[in-house]
């Protein structure tokens, strides 16, 4: 392959391109034309402002916890401040950024572009989810400013319940209003994606991104009420005492487990589900190739969604479910590999004999393969009885789910905002930094979380902060890498936030792919198409791309 | 003629043409240049103007029909959790001083006027679907059509409102049910069982009262709304969450009664 074809970015002629004159952006102006929006897009504009500020304020208690873990003692801060501060990284990150990242920004303002529609099913809805994800994350904030909370983001009985006198309850209301929040993004993802198809758009013509944001939103719908009846249990427990989760008055502790994780497992598929999505077009898009097996791929994305439903009991083997129920759950949370594996043997088999070029997208998009993979499989070993007996509630328990969720999630999430950047701004992010970034937090995400997998298999503890000097080493490390990638995820948010004035001019299709969203001017009119598109290829279709480049008409200026 | 489930004219005609000069769309004309001439008397039903994303008659209904099905469905999990929590609950024991397991499990004695708050929340369901299916009667919305009043909405408006009378009555039954436990001593903070009576039974009036409003908002619509589409969406979407808190009613009552 010669030198010239290592790119298939296609930018327009500097000198001559221009900004299309309307667009979503600037159709209207002021600050209330955004906070009363109904347009999909300006919505996930707004969703991807807020989960932006939540994440960087999520990582900082993660600096802050990894500063605190650079030594043996407990130097940097008290004990129970220490609690509080993976509890409120925890919170932060789960419910207010993993949960609405990919589906809240990228699904918001990408599914009904590719479905060939003007706006998701009920806009209004929509912007009120945009809402309640404000008010939970004010009551966030709130818990955060009275003191914080320190039961661990799994609110676990009957610590959260009888021994704590932080804010529990404000972080519970919080928990609960953002419930909402993504109750009403899934219910406006499933009906639009039902309902609003363009002609000829069939189930099977839909990108993977769609079939994936679907099993999301069904397992959104369906688990996260259960959460909320959680969640005002434990209200109740703390405020008048009704003594479900106590076992003096006749209740049971694992009975908080057993719910909260038959929402909080599948609510881990809630965040990996739309990640993959994102991966299957960036995968498809720079090689060149349909992806292999779609159906298969379509499916094991509800495979997922469904097997999700099934596994909970894998977090409580060592809690005294009976060993007849924790061989039967070890069993089904091997079965869910299967999905996962379907779609990692696809995305290689994608790649295979394509036509390859290593955009930032593409890179995020390897970095999401092997750590994914690292992730998930760690996620056997602790499904594995024996062996979750030795590792859980270590360090491995923590490597393996950022392994999956920083690795996994965020670097899929990385991959789709650079991918989908020059759509939703109508610019290009300068390429080398952006590599620079996507190597850099690869490096520094491995350096942070390898060597707590080694720290786990040795024995150390999770939500510790102070551990034997043995495991200093490793630490010292971790931190490092910590550090690392602190600067993999600041970068992007400079050199995003420049190119939204000097970045180059992206013009409509700069990836040359396939997707309905490319075939619109960037940044896409308020009502997305000026005539609803009828849909006559299948998804990932290049030999239709390349006849309808070859019959357009260039125009200059 | 109005069915249990009203269905769908975007789904009855999947059959496309297969012209060949037809996109296979079904819905656009031939030529998408050329405006297609469509009704006239500037009654409005322009094809060529139609709102976006429209593509059938009942496509907005068939739209809120879904997203409240599924809402229904993550509600119904919701009660689901809340019995399976009674169910864990009831069947746990604990260790009393002595350190021995005992389960002190005594079930709450239902008030009898639940019997009668059961009738009139049945009552209500019947009337609330004698509402829909006016709000679908083909004859009433062709004269409505046709500009002869709002026959549908006056005939409707009686039943909704006895639908909001009997769901009032269930409510107001269920505060006397509450009252007649208080007087007997049983408060929340009494046994397990009763914390479980209350919080059910609470956790259902709730979404019940929520109803009303529901209710109230398409007795309000039927009124405020000059669409006949959108007056049938809010009593169909009404009377959908309606009917399902009517028989999650009945689970949770059947277990109140017979499973304690």
Redesign the interface.
Known sequence: MSASTSTILNLPDQTTATMPKRNYLNNEHGLLSWLFTGDHKRIAILYLISITFFFFVGGAFAGLIRLELLTPQPDLMASDTYNKMFSMHGIVMVFLFLVPSVPATLGNFLIPIMLGTRDLAFPKINLLSWYLYLAGGTFTLAALIFGGVDTGWTFTTPLSTHYLNTNVITAATAIFIAGFSSIFTGLNFIVTIHRMRAPGMTWFRMPLFVWAHYAASVLMVLGTPVLAITIVLVALERTIGIGVFDPTKGGDPLLFQHLFWFYSHPAVYIMILPGMGVISEVVSTFSRKRVFGYTAVAFSSVAIALFGFFVWAHHMFIMGVSNYSALVFSLLTMLVAVPSAIKIFNWAFTLQKGSITFETPMLYAFAFFGLFTIGGMTGVFLGALGMDIHLTETYFIVAHFHYVMVGGMLMAFMAGIHFWWPKMTGRMYPESFSKLSAVTSFIGFNLTFMPQFILGYLGMPRRYHAYPAEYQVLNVLSTAGATVLGVGFLLPLLYLTWSLKYGAIAGNNPWQATGLEWQIQSPPLTENFTEIPIVDHEAYDYEWLAHKTEQEVTTVG | MAATITPIDSERDRKRRSEEYD??????PPN?TIDKRTGGGGDGDNFNNRP??R?GPR?KL??YR??IF??L???L??FI??V??FF??QS????DPYNQYI???HPTTVPPILWLNTAALLLSSVSMEIARRRMFAESHAMEEWLGIGRPTSKRAMPWLVTTILFGAIFLLGQTIAWKQLTLQHVL??TS?SS?FFY?ITYTHAIHLFLGLGFLAAALYGLYASRLLENRQILVDCAAWYWHSMGIFWLFLFVLLVFFQ
């Open positions: 996109h296979g769309s079904g819905r656009r998408d976006a994303g593509r496509e068939g739209r879904l997203a599924f809402a469905a993550g509600d999990i919701f959790a809340l399976s929590v864990v609950t746990t024991g604990h260790f389960n002190d499990w929340f903070a397990q914390h919080l």
